[in-house]
């Protein structure tokens, strides 16, 4: 594997290969890779665990990380992406982690320039690594994702999480299904009542609202989405004992999820930040033993 732009790029024996790592490094072992690497994380859109994670992962690995602040790099003079990423290249940096607004961007990079390119997120279209951490969380929770029913909740049509997950689930043989407002329900299928699902579903994965992607339109007040869409502490009543409730965050307490179930017992919110560092160590540790 030469990047990681899309779980599309992963075979199932590659994802399981990326969770075993992932389990090995939380277990305590170290990185095997045999040279000092240089990488960089470029974020054009805002994120806190993400780029802290990626930065945490590439520590944890050894390498040498430079620091790119988007505010204040040359995109503002009208540099364009590649362009920026030609000159990155130029200065020797072996790969690079990129969060950018457009969909696909990546398209103009792979292949045509030398550093490995991870997607840390790319408008509303891909976020491999993030749905890696979910896999990785409900497989250490229920070992296999075979036959698991996972609910993902909320503004479908925006999230790249969602999209990336229907994917990668599916193919690991998971029962996906969404609930949504009509209206963000993109190109998915099957939209349930929320309380007609909750009983036997394995996971909740709820999802923030994605006004930055929704041209100033606000189609639902706060409560009223909490009420229609969020999962209340009745909600959570109803979930059956095992199953348990994930989002990528950030969240907003109030609106996809009561601030009391943030932290609660079936909350595995902090547990997916905690394993992203993990899977990102595998994620990068493969690719750049692939230049070896
Ligand atoms: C998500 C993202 O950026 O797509 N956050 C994350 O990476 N953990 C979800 C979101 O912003 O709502």
Redesign the pocket.
Known sequence: MNNLVSMKDLSIDQIHEILNQAQAFRDGNTSSLKSKYTVSNLFFEP?T??KMSFEMAERKLNLEVLPFEAGFSSTLKGETLYDTVKVLESIGLDALVIRHEQNNYFEELVGKVKPAIING?DGTGN?PT?SLLDIYTIWQEFGTLLDKKITIVGDINHS??ARSNADAFSRLGAKVQFVCPSEWKGEFEAVHEFDEVIEDSDVLMM??V?HERHDGKKPFAKEQYHQMYGLTIEREQKMKKSAIIMH???FNRGVEIASELVECNRSRIFKQMENGVYVRMAVIEMILKGRE
Do not use: D
Request: glycine content about 8%.
């Open positions: 994120s665990r993400t997120g976020h993030q790249r999480v999802l923030r994605q990528p965050a950030p």
